[in-house]
Protein backbone atom coordinates (compact mmCIF):
# COMPACT_ATOMS: atom_id res chain seq x y z
CA UNK A 1 0.00 0.00 0.00
CA UNK A 2 1.34 3.35 -0.81
CA UNK A 3 0.74 6.18 1.81
CA UNK A 4 0.71 9.62 0.68
CA UNK A 5 -1.46 11.68 3.03
CA UNK A 6 -2.49 15.44 2.69
CA UNK A 7 -2.52 17.45 6.45
CA UNK A 8 -5.99 18.64 5.56
CA UNK A 9 -9.15 18.12 2.92
CA UNK A 10 -10.26 21.28 1.15
CA UNK A 11 -12.72 23.66 2.54
CA UNK A 12 -15.82 22.43 2.94
CA UNK A 13 -19.09 25.22 1.77
CA UNK A 14 -22.90 25.08 1.55
CA UNK A 15 -23.40 23.71 -1.96
CA UNK A 16 -25.73 24.78 -4.86
CA UNK A 17 -29.09 23.12 -5.78
CA UNK A 18 -28.30 22.43 -9.60
CA UNK A 19 -26.35 19.11 -7.97
CA UNK A 20 -25.28 18.43 -4.28
CA UNK A 21 -21.79 20.21 -3.11
CA UNK A 22 -21.49 22.29 -6.47
CA UNK A 23 -20.34 25.59 -6.30
CA UNK A 24 -18.79 27.89 -8.80
CA UNK A 25 -14.57 28.86 -8.45
CA UNK A 26 -12.51 31.36 -9.78
CA UNK A 27 -11.17 31.34 -13.34
CA UNK A 28 -7.54 29.85 -12.71
CA UNK A 29 -8.73 27.74 -9.51
CA UNK A 30 -9.45 24.54 -10.92
CA UNK A 31 -5.43 23.53 -10.69
CA UNK A 32 -3.93 23.61 -7.16
CA UNK A 33 -0.84 22.39 -5.67
CA UNK A 34 -0.44 21.11 -1.78
CA UNK A 35 1.58 19.90 0.61
CA UNK A 36 1.71 15.89 -1.40
CA UNK A 37 2.92 17.29 -4.57
CA UNK A 38 6.29 15.77 -4.27
CA UNK A 39 5.41 12.21 -3.26
CA UNK A 40 1.75 12.34 -5.37
CA UNK A 41 4.21 13.43 -8.46
CA UNK A 42 6.29 10.55 -8.33
CA UNK A 43 3.70 8.59 -7.44
CA UNK A 44 2.30 9.60 -10.64
CA UNK A 45 5.31 9.49 -12.85
CA UNK A 46 5.51 5.71 -11.72
CA UNK A 47 2.34 5.13 -13.18
CA UNK A 48 2.93 6.99 -16.25
CA UNK A 49 6.46 5.08 -17.07
CA UNK A 50 5.25 1.44 -15.79
CA UNK A 51 1.26 1.63 -16.82
CA UNK A 52 0.40 4.08 -19.34
CA UNK A 53 -2.08 1.77 -21.07
CA UNK A 54 -3.90 1.58 -18.07
CA UNK A 55 -3.93 5.99 -16.93
CA UNK A 56 -3.80 7.57 -19.96
CA UNK A 57 -5.88 8.06 -23.30
CA UNK A 58 -4.70 10.96 -25.57
CA UNK A 59 -7.13 13.15 -26.96
CA UNK A 60 -4.58 15.66 -29.34
CA UNK A 61 -6.90 18.35 -30.03
CA UNK A 62 -8.98 19.37 -27.13
CA UNK A 63 -5.58 17.83 -25.05
CA UNK A 64 -3.74 20.39 -26.53
CA UNK A 65 -6.23 23.23 -25.77
CA UNK A 66 -6.26 22.05 -21.70
CA UNK A 67 -2.39 22.27 -21.74
CA UNK A 68 -2.41 25.79 -23.09
CA UNK A 69 -4.79 26.72 -20.41
CA UNK A 70 -2.59 25.09 -17.74
CA UNK A 71 0.38 26.47 -18.98
CA UNK A 72 -1.12 30.04 -18.36
CA UNK A 73 -1.91 29.71 -14.76
CA UNK A 74 1.37 27.57 -13.57
CA UNK A 75 3.39 30.40 -12.71
CA UNK A 76 1.03 31.48 -10.28
CA UNK A 77 1.71 27.90 -8.43
CA UNK A 78 5.68 28.23 -8.68
CA UNK A 79 6.41 26.71 -11.50
CA UNK A 80 8.89 28.11 -14.17
CA UNK A 81 7.35 27.78 -17.69
CA UNK A 82 9.27 27.96 -20.68
CA UNK A 83 8.50 27.63 -24.45
CA UNK A 84 10.00 24.13 -24.30
CA UNK A 85 9.49 23.16 -20.61
CA UNK A 86 8.46 23.38 -17.42
CA UNK A 87 10.22 23.50 -14.04
CA UNK A 88 8.12 22.02 -11.32
CA UNK A 89 7.97 23.06 -7.61
CA UNK A 90 10.04 19.71 -6.97
CA UNK A 91 12.47 21.11 -9.10
CA UNK A 92 12.02 18.05 -12.15
CA UNK A 93 11.59 19.29 -15.39
CA UNK A 94 8.92 18.55 -17.55
CA UNK A 95 9.07 18.75 -21.78
CA UNK A 96 6.42 19.98 -23.19
CA UNK A 97 5.08 17.20 -25.52
CA UNK A 98 2.33 19.22 -28.21
CA UNK A 99 1.71 15.62 -29.20
CA UNK A 100 1.21 14.19 -26.00
CA UNK A 101 -0.66 17.22 -24.20
CA UNK A 102 -2.48 14.82 -21.67
CA UNK A 103 1.04 12.66 -20.22
CA UNK A 104 2.81 16.14 -20.28
CA UNK A 105 -0.43 17.12 -17.87
CA UNK A 106 0.38 13.81 -15.85
CA UNK A 107 3.66 14.99 -15.24
CA UNK A 108 3.11 18.46 -14.31
CA UNK A 109 0.12 18.73 -12.12
CA UNK A 110 -1.87 16.54 -9.23
CA UNK A 111 -5.21 16.92 -10.79
CA UNK A 112 -6.36 13.78 -13.20
CA UNK A 113 -7.66 15.59 -16.44
CA UNK A 114 -10.67 13.76 -18.01
CA UNK A 115 -11.97 15.37 -21.46
CA UNK A 116 -15.48 15.08 -22.51
CA UNK A 117 -17.38 15.82 -26.06
CA UNK A 118 -20.57 16.21 -26.36
CA UNK A 119 -22.13 13.84 -28.93
CA UNK A 120 -25.27 14.17 -29.96
CA UNK A 121 -27.51 14.68 -26.24
CA UNK A 122 -24.54 13.26 -24.19
CA UNK A 123 -21.26 14.66 -23.27
CA UNK A 124 -18.66 11.53 -24.34
CA UNK A 125 -15.33 10.57 -22.03
CA UNK A 126 -12.46 11.05 -25.06
CA UNK A 127 -9.46 11.14 -23.12
CA UNK A 128 -8.35 11.01 -19.66
CA UNK A 129 -4.82 11.09 -18.04
CA UNK A 130 -6.35 9.16 -14.90
CA UNK A 131 -3.31 7.82 -11.98
CA UNK A 132 -5.65 8.19 -9.28
CA UNK A 133 -9.09 6.42 -9.68
CA UNK A 134 -11.60 5.57 -7.17
CA UNK A 135 -13.20 2.33 -8.06
CA UNK A 136 -13.56 2.85 -11.82
CA UNK A 137 -10.80 1.81 -14.89
CA UNK A 138 -10.37 4.18 -17.50
CA UNK A 139 -10.31 1.14 -20.46
CA UNK A 140 -14.10 0.57 -19.47
CA UNK A 141 -15.06 4.15 -19.13
CA UNK A 142 -13.77 5.50 -22.29
CA UNK A 143 -15.87 6.63 -25.57
CA UNK A 144 -18.84 6.23 -23.18
CA UNK A 145 -21.52 8.90 -22.42
CA UNK A 146 -21.94 10.39 -18.72
CA UNK A 147 -24.80 7.55 -17.44
CA UNK A 148 -22.67 5.14 -19.05
CA UNK A 149 -19.65 6.32 -17.09
CA UNK A 150 -21.86 5.80 -13.77
CA UNK A 151 -23.88 3.06 -15.05
CA UNK A 152 -22.91 0.69 -11.72
CA UNK A 153 -23.46 3.76 -9.03
CA UNK A 154 -26.93 3.26 -7.47
CA UNK A 155 -26.98 6.56 -6.53
CA UNK A 156 -26.97 8.50 -9.75
CA UNK A 157 -30.37 7.69 -11.22
CA UNK A 158 -32.56 9.30 -14.31
CA UNK A 159 -32.94 12.33 -12.04
CA UNK A 160 -29.10 12.74 -11.11
CA UNK A 161 -28.22 11.84 -14.51
CA UNK A 162 -30.48 14.65 -16.02
CA UNK A 163 -29.01 17.34 -13.51
CA UNK A 164 -25.59 16.12 -14.00
CA UNK A 165 -25.94 16.81 -18.27
CA UNK A 166 -27.31 20.18 -18.04
CA UNK A 167 -24.69 21.15 -14.97
CA UNK A 168 -21.96 20.16 -18.07
CA UNK A 169 -23.81 21.59 -20.68
CA UNK A 170 -24.86 24.84 -19.22
CA UNK A 171 -20.57 25.48 -17.70
CA UNK A 172 -19.37 28.57 -19.35
CA UNK A 173 -16.30 29.58 -20.59
CA UNK A 174 -13.97 31.16 -17.60
CA UNK A 175 -16.31 30.51 -15.00
CA UNK A 176 -15.46 26.98 -13.66
CA UNK A 177 -17.40 25.08 -11.15
CA UNK A 178 -16.46 22.65 -8.12
CA UNK A 179 -17.37 19.99 -5.64
CA UNK A 180 -16.04 17.67 -3.36
CA UNK A 181 -17.12 13.84 -1.97
CA UNK A 182 -15.40 12.24 1.21
CA UNK A 183 -15.20 8.59 1.62
CA UNK A 184 -13.68 6.65 4.36
CA UNK A 185 -11.20 3.71 2.98
CA UNK A 186 -8.93 1.02 4.86
CA UNK A 187 -6.24 1.75 2.13
CA UNK A 188 -4.54 4.66 1.76
CA UNK A 189 -3.04 3.69 -2.03
CA UNK A 190 -4.22 6.39 -4.31
CA UNK A 191 -4.33 4.32 -7.37
CA UNK A 192 -7.25 1.89 -6.62
CA UNK A 193 -9.15 0.86 -10.00
CA UNK A 194 -10.65 -1.73 -8.38
CA UNK A 195 -13.99 -1.44 -5.87
CA UNK A 196 -12.64 -2.98 -2.24
CA UNK A 197 -15.08 -3.27 0.30
CA UNK A 198 -13.95 -1.45 3.44
CA UNK A 199 -15.28 -3.14 6.31
CA UNK A 200 -14.04 -2.68 10.34
CA UNK A 201 -11.53 0.22 10.56
CA UNK A 202 -11.45 2.80 7.90
CA UNK A 203 -8.79 4.86 9.18
CA UNK A 204 -8.34 6.96 6.33
CA UNK A 205 -10.73 9.94 4.30
CA UNK A 206 -10.17 10.31 0.81
CA UNK A 207 -12.08 13.19 -0.73
CA UNK A 208 -11.50 14.57 -4.72
CA UNK A 209 -12.08 18.01 -5.16
CA UNK A 210 -13.46 17.72 -8.61
CA UNK A 211 -14.18 21.04 -10.99
CA UNK A 212 -16.07 21.43 -14.54
CA UNK A 213 -14.73 24.16 -16.72
CA UNK A 214 -15.38 24.67 -20.40
CA UNK A 215 -12.49 25.20 -22.90
CA UNK A 216 -13.14 28.31 -25.50
CA UNK A 217 -12.29 26.97 -28.77
CA UNK A 218 -12.76 23.27 -28.83
CA UNK A 219 -15.60 23.90 -26.91
CA UNK A 220 -14.72 20.34 -24.85
CA UNK A 221 -15.74 20.26 -20.63
CA UNK A 222 -13.03 19.13 -18.64
CA UNK A 223 -13.72 17.05 -15.29
CA UNK A 224 -10.50 17.47 -12.75
CA UNK A 225 -10.15 15.36 -9.79
CA UNK A 226 -7.22 16.49 -7.18
CA UNK A 227 -7.40 13.40 -4.76
CA UNK A 228 -6.81 14.46 -1.02
CA UNK A 229 -5.88 11.14 1.59
CA UNK A 230 -5.71 12.31 5.33
CA UNK A 231 -5.75 9.86 7.95
CA UNK A 232 -8.80 10.16 10.40
Known amino acids: MRVILQQSLPQAHEGDPRLPGTMPCEPDDWLRVDDAYGAQMAYREELLTHHQDKVLCENTVAGREVLEETLKILPGLGFDVSAAAVTCPDQRRVAIDWDAPLRTMGHLVQEDICILEKRG ?40 ARRVQRLFDGVRVGRPLWRFNKLSYSDADLHQPYKKIDAGDTPFVRSERQCILRLPRTDAVIFTIHTFMVRR
Not at 129 to 150: M, T, V
Not at 152 to 157: A, G, L, Q, R, T
Request: proline share 10%; glycine share 4%.
Open 121 to 160: AEHVLTGAALCFPANWRLAEKINRPLIGIHAPVPEYDDNI
